[in-house]
């Protein structure tokens, strides 16, 4: 898919902003929503997204609607940072395919870098466990 991909309804972040598919979540406001990657490159990797903005990218995306995702980026990042103690944190937003988008929804990747551990591939893997996501989790939203 390129940059001018039209957005579809039923893409998986939708699905978990309408409650149809469960995810661990993190943190929420009338406007965002943080949950667990499922297919975690390192512990504690998590998502930002908007709740109502229908943009695939970055480019689709009104301003006010990018302030209040960005807000909630930063928001979540410091409480991984302060909850998991990381050395490092990438934060991370893919804009079509070949730059490794593979969902059609706008949303920003918090990734924790722990020196001398690898980094899993992007979108791999087998599931993780929910009860360990949820563990990881529950040392995030005790930062919030």
Do not use: W
């Not at 978990?16 to 661990?24: D, F, L, N, Q």
């Not at 297919?39 to 480019?59: D, M, R, W, Y």
């Amino acid at each position: 898919m390129s940059l001018e991909t039209t957005y579809d309804a039923d893409n998986i972040f939708a699905k978990i902003i309408r409650g149809e598919i469960p995810s661990v979540k993190l943190y929420e406001n009338d406007k965002t929503l943080a949950f667990m990657d499922v297919f975690p490159q390192s512990e504690g990797h998590c998502l930002v997204i908007h709740k109502s903005a229908t943009a695939t990218n970055l480019f689709d995306i009104n301003t006010d609607d990018l302030a209040a995702l960005i807000a909630a980026v930063q928001k979540v990042a410091s409480a991984v940072r302060d909850g998991l103690k990381p050395d490092g944190l990438r934060i991370i937003q893919f804009n079509g395919a070949p730059a490794g988008q593979t969902v059609y929804h706008l949303h920003f990747h918090i990734m924790p870098v722990y020196e001398g551990e690898a980094l899993g591939r992007h979108g791999s893997g087998e599931p993780a466990d929910p009860a360990a996501l949820e563990n990881i989790a529950a040392k995030i939203r005790a930062a919030l």
